[in-house]
């Protein structure tokens, strides 16, 4: 590696860092790109409610960012950051173990002369008693994987269950009814009706698995139109899910959720899904950030530090035309990093950045109700009107967004290849993940 070439570090490979660090390996090659991520593998986040149900299989699914990196030309260093010097422009990583506790890789400095954070965000617990004892966050791989192991175990001793307790059910609290909650609620039905004809034959999902998603907002998607929350809850409640809105909890047990009330909603399993925040490392760097940690980026997108950058759910940036922040979507990171791509290139280039000032452009928002249903908002580029859609179309236009993200990073002919592989493997395996 060419000692001189000036390096972009961007940390975390999700959906802004990954689409970034592969369009900016394709033009300036691995001596100029680095990207780290603590996970070895990349799973597109807006669809781990689907690994959580098993409808999407990991081990299929992940995309080897070793393999991304000797595609698309950037170097990729395996490990997490856990500190910046940012007088040196060191990074810090932690020491990479097996599991077996063997050190795979020692502790490690890393260079930059130009940082991009793209580490994302993790679920908020509002310092809710219980909450992260009781509650599983789908915040990564590993927690979703989790809750699918555990669903799958809750499923085998509901059908026990209710052999000797006539009338038992298996109960699911969600908290927060959001796009991840929605989506989830959604899954997790269609996953459990499937997982009764693998072998858990005694177990009725429609009377025997309750599902209850509680929102604090008076009413679900509160972030979107109220046309989309009152479709997505009318979908939500004809197929049986109890949707119960301006309900806050304030505890959750081992097997219940409490709201303020003191009402108790039983939960043998329990997703909390009600708010982000970025990770509190990020609030000790001496750098500006808001309440949830987020780093406060100009429209520029660049930090408090002109030799860093922020993008995605771990950055605070505004809307241009209005002084409120841009909502933690996958839209904002994907358009973020093809905003940065000039404004890195003019840094490798040792030039200095024109001031760009970058423009959110809202295309309007998709939410999946099920394997065959959505329902969304598209907002018409030009006219600026919005338009409302639902159904099969809803629901293939939301799968387009996943196969958007997977061509920004592997180009159009093995992202079509891996659509068309991955279809026919999924006739050759059961829908729902069972081990
Ligand atoms: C279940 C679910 C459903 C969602 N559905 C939608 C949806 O339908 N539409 C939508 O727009 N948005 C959706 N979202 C939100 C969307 O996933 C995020 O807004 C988006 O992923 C943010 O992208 P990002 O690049 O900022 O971070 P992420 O995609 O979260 O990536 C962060 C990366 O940083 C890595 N990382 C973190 N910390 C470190 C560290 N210390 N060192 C090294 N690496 C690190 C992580 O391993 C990860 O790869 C959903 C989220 C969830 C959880």
Known sequence: MNEQAHKVVIVGGGAGGLELAAKLGRKHGPAHVLLVDKDGGHIWKPSLHEVAAGTLDIHRESLSYFMLAKDCGFTFIYGEVQAIDREARLLSLKPVFSDTQDEVFPARSIAYDTLVMAVGSKSNFFGTPGAAEFAIALDSTNEAERFRLRLLHQLVLASRRK??????????????????????????????????????????????????????????????????????????????????????????????????????????????????????????????????????????????????????????????????????????????????????????????????????????????????????????????????????????????LHLMHHWAVLGPVRTGTLAIGRLFMKRAAPRVKLH
């Open 163 to 400: 052999a000797a307790q006539p009338g038992y059910k298996l109960n699911i609290g969600i908290v927060g009814g959001g796009a991840t909650g929605v989506e989830l609620a959604a899954e997790l039905l269609e996953a459990c009706a499937d997982a009764s004809f693998y072998g858990l034959n005694d177990l009725d999902p429609a009377s025997d698995i309750r599902i209850t998603l509680l929102e604090g907002s008076p009413r679900i998607l509160s972030a979107l139109p109220e046309k989309m929350s009152a479709a997505a809850q009318k979908l939500l409640e004809s197929r049986g899910v109890v949707v119960k809105t301006s309900v806050r909890v304030s505890s959750v047990e081992t097997d219940a959720l409490i709201d303020g009330e003191g009402n108790r909603y039983p939960a043998d399993l329990c997703v909390w899904a009600a708010g982000i925040e970025a990770p509190a490392w990020l609030s000790r760097l001496g750098l500006e950030v808001n309440r949830i940690n987020q780093l406060v980026v100009d429209s520029n997108l660049r930090s408090s530090d002109p030799a860093i950058y922020a993008l995605g759910d771990c950055a605070q940036a505004s809307w241009l035309s209005e002084d409120r922040p841009l909502p933690a979507r996958a839209q904002v990171a994907h358009q973020q990093a093809n905003f940065l791509m000039d404004t890195l290139s003019d840094r490798i280039n040792g030039r200095q950045p024109q001031d760009r000032a970058f423009h959110f452009r809202d295309y309007g928002s998709l939410v999946s109700v099920g394997h065959s249903k959505g329902v969304g908002n598209l907002m018409g580029v030009l006219s600026g009107k919005s338009w409302f859609v639902e159904g099969l179309l809803a629901r293939l236009m939301y799968m387009s």
